[in-house]
């Protein structure tokens, strides 16, 4: 196993960071990090945006739902979809490009863009001794968030990431069992096999819990999952998207 595995496999969240910003080396660093990812067909269709204004950085975290570690990090990094270049690019070139950006496979390419480079971004920060956690509380009203970054049309912010110097390291959460998620040339459909695996994970994942607190938490994986999932949240997205020319034809 090289650096680069070890720095994967130990990933975890974190949510307490000290007092102390990130260089400008550490954050150029960071984002050429994000611009190496694989981009479909050179496409490159998102930005980042650093916000270190204390007011907006205060208004996000209200926004992510009183998340105080979107306030207080080593910096805070947005991730967004962003087809508003290629519109100029359009313009520049000469060719009607609008049919092609609004299209619901563009806007896939969009995402899958965003979410490869932030996840390089994630590996490069953790690599330096940095902690990251993802935020997707951004998205809890993505009109405030769009007129506090000043977005333009097909720009839409999908996530944010903070990242500093860890006050404490928390431990991993365990994930799914590889068999569960591999499939080998097909996709496993033994329901008798997937239930077993479910269960299998239940067991383990709430004495994690357990131990982790003493006593007081023993919820399973599927408990919590179907809890979330039985309350939808954030319905008014495919709206939103809509307005911001991402139209999904």
Known sequence: MNQTIETMLSHRSIRHFEDKSLTKEQIELIVLSA?????SSYIQAYSIIGVTDP?????????AGNQSYVEKNGHFFIFCADLNRHEFLGEMENKDVI??????????????DTALAAQNAAVAAESMDLGVCYIGGIRNNLAEVCNLLKTPKRVIPLFGMAVG???????????????????????EQDASLYKRQLEEYNEFISRYYNERTGGKRKDTWTGQMASMLSNPKRMYMKEFIGKHRFDLK
């Open 99 to 112: 049919a092609s950006i609004e299209s619901s496979e563009n806007f896939i390419v969009s995402i899958i």
């Open 55 to 63: 007011v907006k950085k205060k208004k996000l975290a209200e926004v």
């Open 35 to 39: 611009q190496s990812a694989s981009t």
């Open 165 to 187: 110097y860890p006050e404490k390291l928390t431990d991993k959460k365990p994930r799914l069992p590889l068999s569960h998620i591999y499939h080998e040339n097909e996709y």
